[in-house]
């Protein structure tokens, strides 16, 4: 009995610190070869545009981009981006206050690989709609 409490506790605890720390995601991207689809989150539709535009010009074969929220500011991870495209996306991002951050509507309709967050599905379902 009290080991399914301990892991009844323990599952609660880890759901909790889970959601905690996508409240602090603003906006997830994937991606892949040199495209970008928005998974989680939104943002202004000319700094998707320019983060699109720094990946492109990388040639970025696979990453995931993350605005996150840092206190009064907006800040960057881009696991899969080399050092240079990374301080690039950077620097297009310091160009957004937090505000406006917080205010963007969604860039356009989102398939179900993008509600739940799911990189394969997304990519899977965006590209059987242009096909």
Same mark, same amino acid.
Not at 27 to 38: I, K, N, Q, T
Not at 54 to 64: E, L
Not at 77 to 93: F, I, M, T
Not at 100 to 124: F, K, S, Y
């Given at each position: 009995? &009290?080991?399914? #409490?301990?892991? &009844?506790?323990?599952?609660?605890?880890? /759901?909790?610190?889970? /959601? /905690?720390?996508?409240?602090?995601? &603003?906006?997830?991207?994937?991606?892949?070869? *040199?495209?970008?689809?928005?998974?989680?989150?939104?943002? $202004? =539709?000319?700094?998707?545009?320019?983060?699109?535009?720094?990946?492109?010009?990388?040639?970025? $074969?696979?990453?995931?981009?993350?605005?996150?929220?840092?206190?009064?500011? =907006?800040?960057?991870?881009?696991?899969? !981006?080399? $050092? !240079?495209?990374? #301080?690039?996306?950077?620097?297009? &991002? *310091?160009?957004? $206050?937090? =505000?406006?951050?917080?205010? /963007?509507?969604?860039?356009?309709?989102?398939? !179900?690989? #993008?509600? !739940?967050?799911?990189?394969?599905? *997304?990519?899977?379902?965006?590209?059987?709609?242009?096909?």
């Amino acid at each position: 009995m &009290l080991a399914v #409490q301990g892991l &009844l506790v323990a599952t609660a605890l880890l /759901a909790l610190l889970w /959601a /905690a720390a996508r409240a602090r995601q &603003l906006c997830v991207m994937s991606v892949r070869d *040199g495209r970008v689809l928005v998974m989680r989150g939104s943002l $202004p =539709a000319s700094l998707f545009e320019g983060l699109v535009d720094v990946v492109t010009r990388a040639k970025t $074969p696979r990453a995931t981009i993350r605005v996150l929220r840092a206190g009064d500011r =907006a800040r960057l991870e881009g696991p899969g !981006l080399d $050092p !240079l495209s990374l #301080q690039r996306a950077r620097n297009v &991002l *310091g160009t957004y $206050p937090l =505000a406006r951050l917080h205010n /963007a509507a969604p860039l356009r309709r989102r398939n !179900l690989g #993008q509600r !739940l967050g799911v990189a394969w599905l *997304g990519w899977w379902l965006h590209d059987r709609r242009r096909s």
